[in-house]
């Protein structure tokens, strides 16, 4: 029996020798190994706080910056100037100093801002009548000389003045004639 538990105490032995290799210091390693590419990741990609702020300022500056090009177009635009047809007019009239008698055959257009369009349009047709009646009223009451076609400044202005008085706001810029024809009748 002595023999017998040699061989039961020399087993163990054995089995001690040929037991497997623990991988924990592999799976040690390991971990450690991906600790320090994220660690160093972390310090060269991830920007500091200095980098981030400069980016946020210049993204802000860069915003800014567009949106007062946008604001400035849309003030440009509103601002556009823009024909506005106040109609076309033939008066037949016998100027104060002479005997003979003319025809005044013009089509007439106010210049006016964009935002002021539709302001302009209902207030043009509201106030047509009273409108056209004065314009009318300037080319008769005009001499011969005025009407010429050199000498139409006087009578813009004139008109530009009458039809802003009658206007709520001073609207129109300026006027102009299309077309214009004086004819001896």
């Known amino acids: 029996m002595a023999e017998e538990t040699k061989p039961t105490t020399e087993e163990p032995a ?3 020798t ?26 060269f990609l991830v920007p500091s706080a200095e980098q981030v702020s400069a980016l946020a300022e210049a993204q802000l500056i860069e915003s800014v910056q567009e949106g007062a090009e946008e604001a400035e177009k849309v003030a ?16 037949t009239f016998s100027p104060i100093d002479t005997d003979r008698s003319f025809r005044v055959e013009l089509r007439l257009y106010g210049l006016i801002r964009a935002k002021n369009k539709s302001k302009m349009t209902e ?14 009223r300037k080319i008769r009451n005009s001499e011969l000389s005025e009407l010429q076609d050199n000498q139409l400044g006087l009578l813009e202005r004139r008109i530009l003045t009458t039809s802003n008085h009658l206007l709520d706001e001073d609207m129109l810029l300026g006027v102009g004639f299309n077309d214009y024809q004086l004819i001896e009748e």
């Open 123 to 136: 207030e043009f047709e509201a106030k047509n009548g009273r409108l056209r009646h004065e314009i009318r």
């Open 76 to 91: 440009s635009d509103e601002n556009r100037v823009e024909e506005f047809e106040l109609g076309t007019f033939g008066e």
């Open 14 to 16: 054995e089995e001690a």
């Open 18 to 43: 040929n037991r497997p290799r623990s991988n924990t210091p592999m799976v040690v390693g390991f971990i450690g190994l991906v600790m320090v590419i994220e660690t160093a990741m972390f310090f």
